[in-house]
């Protein structure tokens, strides 16, 4: 059984910047693709940030790009997601994701929540205020 920990969430003012952390019991590196994903009241989940990592490229929601940065300590098994200049839209619960393993298509898929990842964290609330 894999156990992912999501932490660093938390109430931020339109600006701000938030980094959480995503805790694995496992080597990352086994699975073919790691993310963050978030879902907003009334909205479907939705993929913000992934690592491919065959190639170890990343990608992220175009919602995101620019603001947010997704990485990993392979020494401490963990995946970061450092949040800057927050919006209030970015507002929603935040998962990470791991244990892909069936290889995707083409490494944007990584950034689906439906492509296959077995596990997932708690979540994590983030709340940005105008």
């Known amino acids: 059984q894999v156990w992912l920990v999501e932490s660093g969430g938390g109430s931020v003012q339109s600006g701000g910047s938030l980094r959480l952390s995503c805790a694995a019991s496992?080597?990352?590196?086994?699975?073919?693709?790691l993310g963050w994903f978030r879902q907003a009241p009334g909205k479907e989940r939705e993929g913000v940030a992934a690592?491919?990592?065959?190639?170890?490229?990343?990608y992220y929601a175009d919602s995101v790009k620019g603001r947010f940065t997704i990485s990993q300590d392979n020494a401490k098994n963990t995946l970061y997601l450092q949040m800057n200049s927050l919006k209030p839209e970015d507002t929603a619960l935040y998962y990470c994701a791991a244990d892909v393993r069936v290889e995707p298509a083409t490494g944007g898929y990584c950034l689906n929540p439906d492509i296959g990842y077995n596990s997932w964290g708690q979540g994590t609330q983030v709340t940005v205020s105008s």
């Open positions: 690592i491919y990592t065959g190639r170890g490229s990343t």
């Open positions: 496992v080597d990352t590196y086994s699975s073919y693709c």
